[in-house]
């Protein structure tokens, strides 16, 4: 087994609680693992490791991300597309937030494993998280909504084939994720099959 742990940029401040964990990415066989936030240039980033050496063909993207950025997170995800890869979310271990949700839709396959297990609604740390797009605040100024970056996700769920998507972002509260079951997101064609690749 062959692991390559790629750091592609610095944490940046999510919050005003401290810094996050920036995306990285490791490879084992056909198998690539996200995780962390997704900040400016991880778009580009991630086009250039999926042209870099593999040791094997890539075939499927493991996330564990609570998001970030808007358009990395639409970058990423078309260039998952294009390589016709699959992504995947163990519901069981990790989550796929805000941005990662994007990620996920690119997939040409999208595996929620264990996704049968989540509870539906806004309780839960675990799986497939929508919200709508907002600009973080700081101590001074309180988070706002982002309109246009809602709207840039609604298009690209539809651009992916996964419409119902953003029936999901417009249930969530303003600062809090809706988490689909597992049969919604099948239902919804988010998800095409709830067991692991």
Known sequence: MRWRALALVAAVLMTGAGPSRAMSLSESGDRVMLAGSIVPGDGEAFARFLAGPHAQPLRVVYLDSGGGKV????????????????????????????????????????????????????????????????????????????????????????????????????????????????????SLGIATSLQAP
Request: hydrophobic share 35%.
């Open 71 to 186: 358009l990395e997170g639409i970058a990423i995800g078309r260039a998952i597309r294009r390589a016709g890869l699959v992504t995947a979310v163990d519901a069981h271990a990790a989550r796929c937030d805000s941005a990662c949700t994007l990620i996920f839709a690119g997939g040409v396959r999208r595996y929620y494993v264990h996704g049968d297990d989540v509870y539906e609604g806004m309780s839960g740390r675990s799986g497939l998280g929508f919200h709508t797009a907002h600009r973080p605040g700081n101590r001074v100024e309180a988070s706002t909504l982002n309109e246009r970056g809602t709207d840039a996700m609604r298009r690209f769920y539809g651009e992916m084939g996964q419409p119902g998507a953003a029936t999901l972002v417009d249930k969530a509260a303003f600062n809090t994720l809706y988490r689909p079951s597992g049969s919604t997101a099948l």
